[in-house]
C-alpha cells in the first residue's frame, strides 16, 4: 500500500510536522450523510475530539433520532431527514440542494456564535463546500473532503459520457469547489493524481484507515458449531459494486457449499433487481438482504463472517474507489475475496487477498469455493492481512489529519503569539 507519510502544503512541499496545538480549535464538519454510519467522518471528528479540540457535525436525521446529540464528545447537528433511496438525477439533485440550503444556514448561524477556526466539507456533492461561505470570509479554513469523485461517480450511476455536457459541467463544479477550499483530502492515491492533474495543487490523501479498536477478531476466534459458513458483503448497493456478480457466484458455487449463506447489508437503487435475482435463482433461503446498521454493530457482524466479499466491477468509477470494507475484514481477521480493480492492486497482493476477475461470476465461484474448502489457507492469508491492516490503521495515520488542519490553522496561530 502506498503510504501518506507527509502533509504537503499549497505550493505541494513538504511540510514539518505541527507543535502541539496553541489552543483548543473549534472544527464543523458539514457531510450529506448519516453521521453514524460513516466511518470516515466518525474518524475525523473523533481524532479532534480526542484531543480537546471543539467539534460540531452537520450532517442528515433518520426519523428516530434527535435533532441535536453528544455521542463520543462530537456534538451531532441533523438537520434533514433522508429515508428513501434516490431513483432519478433529478431527485437526488433536489436533495443535495434543499441540503446545501439548510447547511449554509445551521453553519453561518453557529459561526457567528462559535468562530469556527476550521469547517470541514465532505462531498457528495464537491458544491456542498460552498455551505462555508460566511466561515470563508470571516477568517475559518476551508477542507474539502472527497470521498467520492463525483464526474466518474455521476457517470457510472446515470449512465452519462465524458463527452456530456453534464459529466463537463460536473468537472466545472470540481474545479470551482476546489479553488473555494484551502485544503482538498481525498480518498486514496489515484484519485489525488486526477485532482493534481485537473482541478488543484492543494490536495492529500487520506485513506480509510480502520479503526482496530472497533474493527478486530471475534472473542471466540471460532465459529459457532452448526453456524452456517457465511460470506458478507457490507455497504452501498450500486451497480458499480458488483453485489449481483457475487449473487450469481454464489448461486454457481450453492451445491458444493452446503452450509454456506451470502448475508448483505446495505441500501441502493440496486436493491429492487438484486432481490428479484435472488428470487430468481431460487436462493432466498441462502442469500438475505438486510438494512444497513451502526458501526458498532456492522464491526460486530464483519467479525462473525467466514469470508468477506468486495465484488466491485472494474468499470469506470469502480475501478479506481478505494473500499474500506477490504481493511475492515483484514483488521477483524476475516478473510476476504477482491476484485481485481486498478486500485486494489495498486493497495494489496495476492498474500493479502483472494483476487478474482472483475465483473467474472465463474472466477468468483471458483474463489468462494477454494475460501470455503481450504479453510487453512485461507486463514494463514487473513492473519498476514491483520498485520497489514494494523500497520495501516487510523490509529498508526490518524495523526496525518490532525497535522493537517493544525497547519492550516499554524499562521494564525503564530499571528496571535507575535501578538503576545
Same mark, same amino acid.
Given at each position: ?53 471543539s467539534v460540531d457535525v452537520i450532517a442528515l436525521r433518520r426519523p428516530d433520532q434527535p435533532m441535536i446529540e453528544t455521542v463520543d464528545g462530537v456534538r451531532a ?122 482541478? #488543484? ?6 485513506? =480509510?484507515?480502520?479503526? *482496530?479498536?472497533? +474493527? %478486530? !477478531? ?32 454464489f448461486a454457481l458455487a450453492r451445491n458444493e457449499m452446503p452450509d454456506a449463506q451470502f448475508h448483505v447489508y446495505g441500501h441502493g437503487p440496486a436493491r429492487p ?67 481485481? #480493480? ?6 494489496? =497482493?495476492?498474500?493479502? *487477498?483472494?483476487? +478474482? %476477475? !472483475? ?62
Amino acid at each position: 500500500m502506498t503510504q501518506v507519510s507527509d502533509i504537503r502544503d499549497r505550493s505541494g512541499e513538504r511540510t514539518a510536522a505541527t507543535a502541539p496545538p496553541a489552543r483548543r480549535l473549534r472544527v464543523c464538519h458539514v457531510a450529506y450523510t448519516f453521521y453514524e454510519a460513516d466511518n470516515r467522518v466518525i474518524r475525523y471528528a473523533k481524532e479532534m475530539a480526542g484531543r480537546g479540540h471543539s467539534v460540531d457535525v452537520i450532517a442528515l436525521r433518520r426519523p428516530d433520532q434527535p435533532m441535536i446529540e453528544t455521542v463520543d464528545g462530537v456534538r451531532a447537528i441533523r438537520i434533514q431527514r433522508r429515508s428513501i433511496t434516490e431513483s432519478t438525477a433529478t431527485v437526488y439533485l433536489a436533495k443535495l440542494v434543499w441540503f446545501l440550503t439548510k447547511a449554509f444556514t445551521v453553519l453561518t448561524c453557529l459561526h457567528v456564535k462559535r468562530r469556527y477556526d476550521v469547517v470541514h466539507v465532505h462531498n457528495v456533492p464537491d458544491f456542498l463546500v460552498f455551505s462555508a461561505l460566511v466561515p470563508k470570509l470571516t477568517g475559518a479554513r476551508i477542507i474539502l473532503d472527497i470521498h467520492d469523485i463525483v464526474p466518474e461517480l455521476y457517470k457510472g450511476k446515470f449512465g452519462i459520457t465524458e463527452r456530456s455536457g453534464t459529466f463537463k459541467a460536473l468537472l466545472g463544479v470540481e474545479r470551482a469547489s476546489c479553488s473555494f477550499a484551502d485544503h482538498v483530502i481525498v480518498a486514496n492515491d489515484l484519485w489525488r493524481d486526477t485532482l493534481l492533474r485537473r482541478s #488543484t495543487k492543494r490536495c492529500t490523501s487520506i485513506l =480509510n484507515y480502520p479503526d *482496530v479498536s472497533l +474493527f %478486530k !477478531p471475534r472473542e471466540t476466534g471460532v465459529r459457532t458449531h452448526g453456524a452456517p459458513f457465511v460470506f458478507l458483503y457490507p455497504g452501498s448497493l450500486n451497480h458499480h459494486q458488483g453485489v449481483d456478480v457475487a449473487i450469481r457466484a454464489f448461486a454457481l458455487a450453492r451445491n458444493e457449499m452446503p452450509d454456506a449463506q451470502f448475508h448483505v447489508y446495505g441500501h441502493g437503487p440496486a436493491r429492487p433487481m438484486l432481490e428479484q435475482l435472488i428470487q430468481d435463482l431460487q436462493l432466498q433461503e441462502r442469500v438475505k438482504i438486510m438494512d444497513r446498521v451502526p458501526i458498532q454493530e456492522m464491526a460486530r457482524i464483519i467479525a462473525s463472517a467466514d469470508v468477506g466479499v468486495v465484488p466491485k466491477r472494474a468499470d469506470g468509477f469502480g475501478n479506481e474507489a478505494f473500499s474500506t470494507k477490504i481493511l475492515e475484514f483484514m483488521a477483524s481477521g476475516v478473510p476476504v475475496i477482491v476484485s481485481r #480493480t486498478r486500485v486494489d492492486e495498486h493497495h494489496f =497482493n495476492p498474500t493479502l *487477498v483472494r483476487f +478474482f %476477475k !472483475p465483473g467474472d461470476e465463474r472466477d468468483l465461484a471458483t474463489a468462494m469455493l477454494e475460501l470455503y474448502h481450504n479453510a487453512g489457507g485461507a486463514q494463514a492469508r487473513a492473519a498476514a492481512a491483520r498485520t497489514f491492516a494494523h500497520l495501516h490503521s487510523w490509529q498508526r495515520h490518524g495523526g496525518e489529519y490532525r497535522q493537517l488542519v493544525e497547519s492550516l490553522v499554524r499562521p494564525a496561530w503564530s499571528g496571535q503569539a507575535a501578538a503576545l
